[in-house]
């Protein structure tokens, strides 16, 4: 955890002012300063409209009885891009207007669907429950209570 943190907040800002620095050595101050803004408001529009949509599929998809699995991760997706593309920078805009791509959407998805399974398999297959390896002899196995079912009318009073 603290690694992620020193590079979320040492690491990250660091590499943002050296990009900052080098590009308006290139393009200039201005310049620099309004690619800033003009990616920060583009961005900001671009999540709204992906995000309505996103909420719009949930809903759909939750109306069917469907598990909207896939949405849920666009929605995420939109939502962490929004807070790059909000940070001032070049390097978080980049990952941020990445993150709104479809297709570059897809293959992380893809991507992380396939280590979920791997992982999962893998502690299935090493029985890393926490019920393994107990054994219950004839007398300790807990008795299991026939279920009661009642029968009966009521009237209700309002």
Avoid at 116 to 130: I, K, L, N, Y
């Amino acid at each position: 955890m603290f690694r992620f943190l020193f590079v979320l907040f040492i690491i990250i800002p660091i590499i943002e002012i050296a990009l900052l620095i080098q590009v308006s050595d290139v393009i200039g101050g201005f310049a620099t300063i309004a690619l800033v803004v003009i990616t920060a408001i583009l961005g900001a529009k671009m999540v709204k409209q992906q995000g309505m949509g996103a909420l719009q599929n949930v809903q759909t998809q939750m109306a069917q009885g469907q598990m909207p699995a896939k949405e849920l991760f666009t929605g995420i997706c939109v939502v962490i891009a929004g807070v790059l593309l909000l940070t001032p920078g070049i390097m978080t805009d980049v990952f941020g207007l990445l993150l709104l791509t479809p297709a570059i959407r897809n293959k992380l998805a893809a991507g992380l669907a396939s280590q979920a399974t791997v992982r999962m398999s893998a502690g299935m297959q090493q029985g890393s429950s926490p019920f393994a390896g107990q054994q219950h002899t004839k007398q300790e196995q807990p008795q299991m209570e026939q279920p009661t079912t009642l029968d009966g009318e009521y009237e209700r009073k309002d």
